[in-house]
């Protein structure tokens, strides 16, 4: 058993790596902010003795939150292009001097084992096929190079007593209590569902590798439990060769799966990117494969709709919406508030 120290943890990744590593029996530290719900973790979570929730903000993370705990994952920060720029300074507060503060953090807390979720999106315009953790990285967004910029810090933190690992993730899909429909499966499989609809952006030659969220989960728990000589220092692209996908491959499978589905191609696309990207290395080191695929995890979107186990005019999952929203009631609160009440 171990004391794992998860931020993020009411995120889309999160709160499926929160059920996981319960699952196995483990003591998790649930750190986020909790903008989404704290009932997004769901009662059983909640309930669970070796569950405790920290509603924190990782800026204000302190070395006596990280007592005893054998290993920090860092997925916390805010999520997408988009997101990350609607307000740049925010997201440099926030993703990467709240990310530096977590590792400082664990590092003078002594935690032995720190896994940062980065993203393959750091490739941004990629040169090349088959990209690698030694290829040239080109971020075109102030999300990608905040991953860039925190991959570097930690690199340079890491020493014999803190192992620091970091995991590139492909661009996840597939059903997680905290759903997000920004993210190109789901979205798009929502669209056909909703609207009958798909569209294509910019011709869909763009490349994007694929990974369902519970194999993102899997990942990071093979990162955690491998021998330290394997991970210490490492860089893993996570995801699976077979999931490097062209965005009109993407519309095509789910067409298969939903009926009379319209794919409609609009010309431009004010997104460049393009990334395909080689998952040797984590296969070959850690033994990781990917154990779901493209259809399953539209499939299973298929049928959470079907069933109304997801409300698909929910705000809170499209995430820039939700975060527009409460920047207003922010900015509403300053002006209105005394003493922290309207009322």
């Known amino acids: 058993?171990?004391?794992?120290?998860?931020t993020g943890a009411g995120g889309y990744i999160g709160s499926t790596m929160v059920d996981h590593f319960l699952s196995q029996g483990h003591r998790v530290i649930g750190v986020d902010r909790y903008y989404f719900g704290k009932d997004v973790l769901g009662s059983e979570v909640m309930n669970n003795q070796r569950f405790t929730m920290l509603q924190k903000d990782i800026r204000d993370i302190t070395v006596e939150d990280m007592k005893d705990v054998d290993v920090v994952?860092?997925?916390?920060?805010?999520?997408?292009?988009?997101?990350?720029?609607?307000?740049?300074n925010l997201t440099y507060s926030i993703n990467f001097k709240g990310g530096i503060n977590v590792a400082e953090c664990a590092r003078k807390a002594k935690v032995p084992r720190y896994i940062y979720s980065s993203s393959c999106s750091v490739y941004g315009l990629g040169e090349a096929t088959k990209l690698?953790?030694?290829?040239?990285?080109?971020?075109?967004?102030?999300?990608?190079k905040g991953k860039?910029?925190?991959?570097?810090?930690?690199?340079?933190?890491?020493?014999?007593d803190f192992s620091v690992t970091l995991l590139r993730n492909a661009t996840v899909y597939g059903l997680s209590k905290r759903m997000r429909f920004d993210l190109v499966i789901n979205i798009m499989t929502l669209k056909a569902w909703k609207?009958?609809?798909?569209?294509?952006?910019?011709?869909?030659?763009?490349?994007?590798?694929?990974?369902?969220?519970?194999?993102?989960?899997?990942?990071?728990?093979?990162?955690?439990d491998a021998p330290r000589d394997k991970v210490a220092g490492q860089i893993f692209n996570l995801g699976s060769d077979e999931q490097n996908y062209q965005v009109f491959q993407i519309a095509g499978i789910i067409k298969d799966l939903i009926p009379n589905v319209e794919v409609i191609q609009v010309p431009d696309d004010a997104d460049k990117r393009t990334?395909?990207?080689?998952?040797?290395k984590i296969k070959q080191t850690l033994g990781f494969q990917a154990q779901f695929s493209a259809r399953d995890g539209a499939k299973e979107i298929i049928e959470a709709l079907n069933y109304g186990v997801i409300d698909p005019d929910d705000a809170r999952t499209r995430t820039i919406d939700h975060y527009k929203f409460l920047l207003r009631v922010e900015d509403t609160m300053a002006e209105l508030a005394k003493n922290g009440r309207i009322f």
């Not at 690698?132 to 999300?143: A, D, I």
């Not at 860039?148 to 690199?155: A, F």
């Open 275 to 280: 990334y395909n990207v080689s998952f040797a």
């Open 132 to 144: 690698t953790e030694t290829s040239e990285v080109h971020p075109q967004s102030y999300y990608a």
């Open 148 to 160: 860039v910029d925190v991959e570097r810090h930690l690199l340079e933190l890491a020493n014999s």
């Open 1 to 6: 058993m171990k004391n794992i120290l998860v």
């Open 195 to 224: 609207d009958r609809r798909i569209f294509i952006l910019g011709g869909g030659k763009q490349w994007r590798p694929l990974i369902h969220v519970r194999d993102v989960v899997s990942g990071f728990a093979a990162a955690m």
């Open 73 to 88: 994952i860092d997925l916390a920060g805010l999520s997408n292009d988009p997101t990350c720029d609607l307000k740049p």
